[in-house]
Structure formats: C-alpha cells, structure tokens
C-alpha cells in the first residue's frame, strides 16, 4: 500500500517542481531580457553619440568680410533710382531767384 501512495504523489509533486521551475524560469527570462534592453539602448546611444559629425569651424578673414559689406552696400546704393534731380530743383531755383 505504501507503494501505491508514493506513486500517486509523484505526479504532483513533480509538477509542483515543475510549476515552480517555469515561473522561476520566466522570472529568470523577463530580467535577461530587461537587462539585454537596456544594454542595448546604452550602445545604441554611444553609436550615435559617436556618429553625430561635428562641422569643421572655418572663420573667414575679417578683411574679405568687410570687403563684401561694400560691396553689398555699394551695389544697393547704385540701385537707388534719383530720378533727374536737375529737373526737380529748377523750379526751385526759379522760386528763389523771383525773391
């Protein structure tokens, strides 16, 4: 009898062991995973932190700056339309001279 009553217990004591093996192991498994994630991200970042180019910084001479400045002045000056000036201050010069 004693036999038969060990036999009947092993089924469940072995899926109690099994039970328990499986929700350690998924335990286990979700921290691999979260720990795997986070590893993943950190290289992740460091490869595009090292990645990211940095454009040379070229300064231009402070003459060839001041030269277009000039030039650009210049340029809009010369745009400006004066119209005839003479013909604009004739009659002034009439009114001036009746007086």
Partial sequence: ?????????????????IQEFV???SHW???GV????????????WY?????VDAPFVSQPQIKS?????AAIGNSVDEID???VDLEFQSVDQDLNSL
Avoid at 1 to 17: D, G, R, V, Y
Avoid at 66 to 70: K, Q
């Fill in 66 to 70: 001041e030269a277009r400045e000039d």
């Fill in 1 to 17: 009898m004693e036999l038969n009553s060990t036999q009947n217990n092993e089924p469940k004591f072995a899926q109690l062991i």
């Fill in 82 to 84: 004066l119209g005839n």
């Fill in 29 to 31: 498994t979700i921290v």
């Fill in 23 to 25: 929700q350690k192991k």
């Fill in 34 to 45: 979260t720990i795997a994630a986070v590893v993943m991200l950190f290289v992740v970042w």
């Fill in 48 to 52: 595009v932190r090292e990645m990211k």
